[in-house]
């Protein structure tokens, strides 16, 4: 017979509560759901597939900080289309990926060649340089693509102790610019970059867009190139947050683990994380969404070049349409949608569509600049 003294210390069953039958909240909606923009592909919402994928994996007990099934199974998913050397690190954001990534491939006094352009030197805040004290050695670019004649403006003084030593090569797929490499463009760069040393980062915050455009698989343009180590973003294609520092060439890489610690981007839910890289990439919503996105981009290009006064600047490569138009239009139609002056000295607006923008939108928006055109210009 089990002893007294042991039966008084035996626990009760823990009552778990039911489930809702259907979710409650004291949360209020504040925003009105069918207003749509041009601004960013930041601005969508997270994709249904994408939200039923963090709630499948709520519920129950999983290990924090990485050691749980979801990001386990991560793994797999990424070598699938990176290859079997490939290491996924999720982390909350771009500039967190982008950070971690390049700390991982460089020394203290190490610097990083970029285009003037890259979102790494125009767009976080200088986080590169503050947070992972890095210099950036930045080149202008007619397109936002580097090429090996760009890259050996900077890739220089490796024996000069007072300059800062290039390591690193980071290139943006597709660029800020909207436009794309092609897969022997980024292996052009990497093989010279090798060649002198270097390493290749590659900021692949719309890579996804990069390739719908190119038609390739994932690895035609990143690990059969030649690219060392990437950023891999989830959110402009419908993650609810999360990013990747994906590793291919785990040689070159260092303290990868740590560094994703010491830069503040360890996520202590992971799972919520993974699972959703794990709905975005274990079948084709990637591609899907990311196709549709740059389609709407085909389509607005196709309606605002038929407008007299919009000139369409660049090359629609992906989804995003650089234009040129006066520029007490584009303020008046920022009343009606949202978007950014992307240079403020020439008036060149940036329109992006997303995975959610539909037919009607880029109509409908179309449609609007058509009647901004037609007013008269006052300044």
């Not at 070049?305 to 520029?327: C, E, K």
Request: charge should be negative; proline fraction near 5%.
């Amino acid at each position: 017979m089990e002893p007294a003294r042991r039966r008084s210390e035996r626990k009760p069953p823990v009552a778990h509560p039911a489930p809702l039958t259907a979710p409650s909240t004291d949360a209020v909606r504040h925003h009105d759901p069918e207003v749509r923009g041009f601004a960013s592909d930041n601005y969508a919402g997270v994709h249904p597939e994408v939200l039923a994928a963090i709630a499948l994996a709520n519920g129950g007990h999983q290990v924090s900080y990485g050691d749980d099934e979801y990001t386990a199974h991560l793994q797999e998913i990424f070598r699938r289309h990176f290859g079997p050397r490939a290491e996924a690190y999720p982390v909350f954001n771009g500039t967190g990926a982008n950070v971690t990534a390049l700390q991982s491939v460089t020394e203290r006094w190490g610097a990083v060649i970029c285009a003037a352009s890259a979102h790494i030197n125009t767009d976080e805040c200088g986080a590169p340089e503050r947070v992972g004290g890095l210099k950036l050695l930045t080149v202008t670019t007619p397109d936002g693509k580097l090429t090996p004649e760009l890259i050996d403006l900077e890739a220089r003084g490796f024996d000069d102790e007072h300059r800062a030593q290039p390591q690193v090569v980071s290139i943006t797929q597709t660029t800020e610019l909207g436009t794309c490499y092609t897969p022997a463009e980024i292996r052009a760069i990497c093989d010279h970059a090798h060649e002198r040393g270097l390493t290749v980062h590659l900021d692949g915050s719309r890579i996804a867009n990069a390739a719908a455009t190119l038609g390739v698989p994932l690895a035609a343009f990143t690990t059969d190139a030649g690219v060392d180590i990437l950023s891999f973003g989830g959110t402009k294609n419908g993650l609810l947050l999360g990013e990747c520092v994906v590793v291919l060439s785990p040689e070159r890489v260092r303290a990868m683990k740590h560094l994703r610690k010491l830069s503040m981007q360890l996520a202590s839910k992971m799972r919520f994380v993974s699972v959703q890289f794990e709905a975005l990439l274990a079948g084709d919503l990637w591609l899907r969404s990311a196709r549709h996105a740059n389609a709407m981009a085909q389509r607005l290009e196709a309606a605002v070049r038929g407008i007299a006064g919009v000139t369409v600047v660049r090359p629609v490569q992906a989804n995003a349409v650089f234009a040129l138009l006066p520029r007490e239009v584009s303020e008046r139609l920022q009343k009606r949608y949202r978007f950014y002056f992307w240079d403020e000295s020439t008036a060149e607006v940036r329109w992006m569509c997303a995975f959610d923008t539909t037919e009607d939108d880029v109509d409908s928006f179309a449609a609007a600049l058509a009647e901004e055109m037609a007013h008269p210009i006052t300044s």
